[in-house]
Nanobody, 119 residues
Framework: QVQLVESGGGLVQPGGSLRLSCAAS????????MGWYRQAPEKERESVAR???????NYADSVKGRFTISGDNARNTVYLQMNSLKPEDTAVYYC?????????????WGQGTQVTVSP
């Protein structure tokens, strides 16, 4: 059973920074692709940042130039560096990993971490 554990959320002032982490537990894992999503109250979940196994990244227009997705395959951990945060970035953030265990592909989601941007 693979679990994703997210951390790094919290309360930050506008203009501040946070780094989210998402660690996958389990043996013989590899990451095929990674992504971060967010869901604000009364809104649908949206894609924030994604990275393929080949390192190709894709960002939502609203976060381009402010957020950076990265991964550490040795630690099976994915990060989202968020700079110049705005109140509209307030949401629950979820990581999503396309994993492979013993050669078998599957997708797993994190439990979500709250990010609140407020004065």
């Amino acid at each position: 059973q693979v679990q994703l554990v997210e951390s790094g959320g919290g309360l930050v002032q506008p203009g501040g920074s946070l780094r989210l982490s998402c660690a996958a537990s389990g043996s013989r894992l590899s990451i095929d692709a990674m992504g971060w999503y967010r869901q604000a109250p009364e809104k649908e979940r949206e894609s924030v940042a994604r990275m393929t196994g080949g390192g190709v990244t894709n960002y939502a227009d609203s976060v381009k130039g402010r957020f950076t997705i990265s991964g550490d395959n040795a630690r099976n951990t994915v990060y989202l560096q968020m700079n110049s945060l705005k109140p509209e970035d307030t949401a629950v953030y979820y990581c999503k990993l396309d994993l492979r265990s013993n050669g078998i592909p599957f997708t797993s989601w994190g439990q979500g971490t709250q990010v609140t941007v407020s004065p």
